[in-house]
């Protein structure tokens, strides 16, 4: 499967990355194992996780994703054969997103320890606490660069004003540079990136990884109607979409997929895979027809065409 750089590093990817947010959550350890197992046959390579998967959980404190990517790992002897992304800067117990210096270093060596690894391939801010100074937050990223228990860092949910006072200190100071940006961006919520981040990654050849790529399922197809809420254990999420635009990229979905022979989530994959300036979109998967999506929107060449029905539907009109 052909790889893509992400950004001036050198760490290459396949066009999709495996979200380990379920790993803990909807999935156990053994069925986590197989998805994983089942991902990187299909010619995936790239593991996307956070400390605080799955602590939203009932019974879960944080680190599960990780604990159990790092037991499958070591069971299947691989770590060189994948790509590990993990973030810091969520609420671990403290009871605020953190992203102080003394934070990031104690947290790094707890995300190592649950993959039982040597190295992070990419560090990400998870979150913005808004009060560290940015200097602070990349100079422990150079010490643990330094270290080598990282080699490249990167950003999600930073406001554009923060990402360009990092990029800002990165090259006044010396400092190392965020090199990959984590979005959420997907057909349905495109304004924020497109008008806020977007430009500044292009501007700074910072790869992009997309998160919330399928909507939280909503752009599977899967719910059509607030009936359709209790379907998954993530449903609750979905209810923003339905609305009269939800509706309408549904229906250019499904004609899409029908015209290709393709699954709605495998066109929704397809679209971001060929989006301007993002590297490789995430998604979670469950079950094995999930990874088959992932192949669908590889190998689907959407048409101008396609694309143009895409975009005419999920167009704001009158600010939404």
Known sequence: MKQRRLGNTELHTAPIVLGGNVFGWTLNEQESFGILDEFVN???NTVD??????????GNEGGESETIIGNWMKARGNRDEVTIITKVGSDMGQGHKDISAKHILKAADDSLRRLQTDHIDLYLTHWDDEKTPVEETLDAYQKLIAAGKVRYIGASNLSPERLKASLEASLTRGLPRYEVF???YNLYDRREFETGIAPICREEGLGVITYYSLASGFLSGKYRSEDDLDKSVRGGGVQK???ERGKRILEALDAV????GVSQA???LAWLVNAPGVTAPIASATKSRHLQAFV?????????ADKEQLETASAYTNNR
Request: proline share 3%; glycine share 8%; charged share 25%.
């Open 241 to 243: 979409y339905l609305d």
């Open 182 to 184: 984590q979005p959420g």
């Open 42 to 44: 299909l010619g995936f």
């Open 49 to 58: 996780t956070a400390d605080a998967y799955s602590r939203w959980a009932q």
């Open 296 to 304: 669908e929107a590889v190998e689907l060449n959407l048409s101008e």
């Open 266 to 268: 495998g066109v929704a």
């Open 257 to 260: 997929a029908e015209r290709h």
